[in-house]
């Protein structure tokens, strides 16, 4: 075994952590890589769980320069070779002596074999200290607080990235064997080609079923002894005063096997596949977001990285104890100073000479930055690791439980890692592509969230409906009435469209597609604001007594608001999702000014493009249709569809063609297009739900056409109006508008006007 030393400090949650994301900007934070005495003892808060983000949006990042190859499960490990770095003062390199561990024989001392250290960067007075621009070795260091920082949008960073970087790829359960398929030939994702003014329809149409016989038999068995368990055992209200999960509760998940719903059979789990896990999450989510989050952070991204990216050895070492519960998971990606910004964090790993080995207790995916050196160019860069950390290597220890504005049955706390050595072989995936690993992980697990937030609207709006169906006033029950039929309505639609995207979603992963990243961003965005608004408007609708505790409503608020923040904001989600597209759309347009230098050989393609330019200049369309692939009582639906996809390309290009790759710095346009891509998505995927029931004769099959007519009527409109609105002269004055304004209130710390008294 060859050990790593970890110190840096993670907030997590002890039963089950939860990646976070608070967006905003990236500093340039002075940083000295020179371990002191003094500064051992400060240790480096990282917010893994609510404060956490690593997400997708830093996904964007160059993947040229951070992606390694390889990665999956049982596939080759380069033989580890030794990490050059040592530990700096003030520009001067000192390499670490042996890290004694005092209560190891001498003998094991003496064999001091080669590892890896973790460390934070120091926070002590050497910060202080004004360095110059590079420090030996080539290892920047930074300039001292005291002088002015640059501080630059995370999103542009990010952004600029996307546009230069090449095909995005999301690992799945067949990872592998997927990205083989989509690297031979156009992505087959509908959200990236609607960026282009393309339909394409193999991922979305016909809606997909998925399950085997066996699969849904075994699903059937699985429902109604969770649903009962969680109507029957489960108490949400207790939990929440507690500020835990009660015993009974948790010894009952483990004894259904909830633990290890994605885990191979024979390594201890239920071997489900992605429907199979959404259709139970769905079910936790209609009753206990806190034990959902428990449940989901355990398995969707705690211990996901061995699902995806261990060795055999790694998942027979782990996944075991993992799938019953014994031990659980966590997932460390997030420090103070990088939230959304994932790959800024400032902890790195480094060779050290002290060996360790310990026994299974909970464990953690922990990142941290190492030298990698470069096969092709022989250049040593710090490049992200993915690391499998146990709590019974040692220095490990935890916090008091934080006081929590919702999901406070999910234990969180600040877990600090001071010393721990983590053996080599606990490196996950190929040294220097933690940054991808930790991208797909929470990519990979955004479709659950999705699945959960519907199951919550699902138990809210029966309370509504209960409380409308039974509440008298004015001499009529209210339901009779139009403002409570609107709301009623409306919160219906929004749950059937989340549905809708969660099992569009894991079906394509358990189909094999490696293009989903935009889909499962969108879910993710939609589904976390659709379930605050329909659990809002229960509220409104039970009045007074769904402000009281005892209506149920108000944990559930409490609850959700965490949702629109972590594992990606939905501020930078949306950045995210506009900015890959924008980078779909660029691909086609040079791919374009690389035929017109060969016009002969290509006369068919330019022919096609400038026509379908001329036709959506002149308004007629571009000939696109999904006639042949919905039911025909919706084709006026599909009709606005295409339309909406006629407009929303030709904007996106001309967008493109105006900003160039500045457009990363017009965060007003990029919000607008991302709102369209999340409204035109989910006409998608309610159109091809709804023709599925009335092909099949489904008894609701009346009531989802009007769903899905009544949900692509107003956001057909919403698209227009966003779209149109880029092109006009009004709307620019409005963004210059809204930053002066806010640059105002920044300058004066606060509101600028006064009071209207004067007093």
């Not at 967006?23 to 769980?49: F, K, N, Q, T």
């Not at 960073?157 to 989509?182: F, I, N, P, Y």
């Amino acid at each position: 075994m060859m050990p790593c030393s970890v110190r840096r400090s993670l907030r997590g949650l002890r039963r089950g952590f939860f990646a976070g994301a608070p967006a905003g900007l990236r500093a340039c934070v002075p940083v000295s890589y020179s371990i002191e005495p003094a500064a051992a003892s400060r240790r480096l808060a990282l917010r893994c769980a609510l404060l956490g983000a690593g997400p997708p949006e830093r996904a964007v990042q160059n993947y040229r320069s951070q992606q390694a190859p390889g990665g999956g499960a049982g596939r080759p490990r380069p033989a580890p070779r030794p990490w050059v770095g040592g530990e700096r003062s003030g520009g001067a390199e000192r390499r670490p002596g042996p890290d004694p561990v005092p209560d190891r024989p001498a003998s094991e001392q003496a064999s001091a074999m080669q590892a890896l250290r973790l460390r934070p960067p120091a926070l002590c007075w050497r910060l202080l200290r004004p360095g110059p621009g590079q420090g030996a070795g080539g290892r920047p260091v930074w300039p001292c607080p005291t002088q002015p920082t640059p501080l630059r949008l995370y999103s542009a960073q990010t952004a600029q990235a996307v546009l230069d970087k090449s095909e995005t790829r999301t690992a799945s359960a067949s990872q592998t064997a997927s990205e083989h398929k989509s690297a031979a030939g156009e992505s087959r994702s509908f959200a990236a080609g609607m960026f282009k003014g393309q339909v394409n329809t193999e991922q979305v149409f016909p809606y997909p079923s998925v399950l085997s016989e066996e699969q849904a038999q075994t699903l059937q068995e699985l429902v109604g002894p969770v649903a009962r368990f969680f109507e029957e055992v489960n108490n949400p209200a207790e939990n929440d005063v507690l500020e835990r999960v009660e015993e009974k509760t948790m010894q009952g998940l483990k004894e259904l096997g909830a633990f290890g719903l994605q885990i191979p059979v024979h390594l201890g789990g239920l071997g489900l596949s992605n429907t199979q896990y959404a259709r139970l999450v769905e079910i936790v989510g209609m009753h206990d977001l806190g034990v959902g989050i428990t449940l989901g952070a355990h398995q969707s991204i705690g211990f996901k990285g061995i699902l995806l990216y261990g060795t055999p050895e790694q998942k027979e070492k782990y996944l075991p104890k993992l799938a019953t519960g014994e031990t659980m998971a966590a997932f460390c990606l997030t420090e103070p100073t990088s939230g959304s910004d994932a790959a800024s964090i400032r902890t790195t790993a480094e060779p050290s000479p002290c060996g360790t080995n310990g026994g299974l207790a909970e464990v953690f995916t922990v990142f941290a930055k190492t030298p990698v050196k470069d096969e092709a160019t022989g250049e040593t860069k710090d490049k992200i690791t993915a690391f499998i950390v146990e709590r019974s290597f040692g220095g490990v220890t935890s916090g008091p439980p934080e006081k929590k504005m919702g999901i406070k049955a999910s234990n969180t706390a600040e877990v600090h890692f001071d010393g721990v050595r983590v053996p080599v072989a606990n490196v996950l995936g190929v040294p220097g592509s933690g940054f991808k690993v930790a991208m797909n992980i929470l990519n990979n697990g955004r479709f659950g969230m999705a699945a959960a937030l519907a199951g919550t609207m699902r138990g809210v709006i029966g309370k509504a409906v209960d409380h409308a169906a039974n509440r008298t006033q004015f001499g009529a029950k209210i339901h009779n009435f139009g403002a409570i039929q609107e709301k009623l309505a409306r919160m219906a639609m929004l749950q059937y469209v989340t549905e809708s995207m969660a099992y569009m979603i894991s079906a394509n992963m358990d189909q094999g597609a490696s293009d989903f990243q935009i889909e499962a961003a969108i879910s993710k965005i939609f589904g976390s604001e659709a379930a605050w608004t329909v659990t809002d408007e229960c509220i409104q609708i039970l009045g007074g007594m769904g402000f009281m505790k005892d209506a149920g409503v108000e944990r559930v608020m409490r609850d959700l608001r965490i949702f629109r923040i972590f594992e990606g904001t939905n501020d930078i989600l949306r950045l995210f999702v506009a900015l890959n597209g924008f980078q779909n759309a660029g691909n086609q347009l040079r791919g374009l000014q690389r035929a017109v230098k060969n016009p002969l050989g290509n006369a068919g393609l330019l022919v096609s493009e400038v026509g379908k330019r001329v036709r959506r200049k002149a308004g007629l369309g571009t000939g696109i249709t999904l006639k042949t692939v919905v039911h025909p009582s919706l084709n006026s639906s599909a009709e606005r569809t295409v339309r909406a996809v006629d407009l929303f390309a030709g904007v996106v290009e001309e967008q493109l063609l105006k900003h160039g790759k500045k457009i990363i710095d017009e965060q007003f346009v990029l919000k607008r297009v991302a709102d369209s891509a999340i409204d035109l998505y989910a006409m998608v995927v309610v159109l091809s739900r709804a023709s599925r029931s009335l092909e099949q004769g489904h008894p609701t099959a009346q009531h989802e056409k009007m769903l899905c007519d009544t949900w692509c009527i107003e956001a057909s409109e919403r698209v227009e109006q966003n779209l149109t609105s880029l092109r006009s002269d009004t709307t620019r004055q409005f963004f210059k508008n809204l930053r002066g304004i806010a640059k105002a209130v920044v300058e004066n710390e606060g509101v600028v006007s006064p009071n209207p008294l004067g007093i």
